[in-house]
């Protein structure tokens, strides 16, 4: 079992940035990913990360404004939020899924956070 805690959220102006951070219980050999869900609407991807970190991939609607990265020694993935706006407001969740390959569906993850509010204010 791996627990995952999520930091980091918050209240942001538009234009403003965020870096959100996902803290591992223990090290696995897992890729990464972050998902948000706003309010009245269904949960979405947000970016992954494979294992080794040389992959990445972005939802069109936050790609070149966020920026996925891990550090494998502190077991933390970190998700760095530019140019946020207000519809990036959402509570955004860290999954974990065992293996090295990349994954964008939420199916795939075997566990996840329990979320962190973000809130950009207009």
């Known amino acids: 079992q791996v627990q995952l805690v999520e930091s980091g959220g918050g209240l942001v102006q538009n234009g403003g940035s965020l870096r959100l951070s996902c803290a591992a219980s223990r090290r696995t050999f897992s890729s990464y990913g972050w998902f948000r869900q706003a309010p009245g609407k269904e949960r979405e991807f947000v970016a992954a990360?494979?294992?080794?970190?040389?992959?990445?991939s972005y939802a069109d609607s936050v790609k070149g404004r966020f920026t996925i990265s891990r550090d494998n020694v502190k077991n933390t993935v970190y998700l760095q939020m530019n140019s946020l706006k207000p519809e990036d407001t959402a509570i955004y969740y860290c999954?974990?899924?065992?293996?090295?390959?990349?994954?964008?569906?939420?199916?795939?993850?075997?566990?996840w956070g329990q979320g962190t509010q973000v809130t950009v204010s207009s």
């Open positions: 990360i494979s294992w080794s970190g040389d992959r990445t």
């Open positions: 999954a974990a899924k065992l293996g090295s390959n990349l994954y964008v569906a939420m199916r795939d993850y075997d566990y």
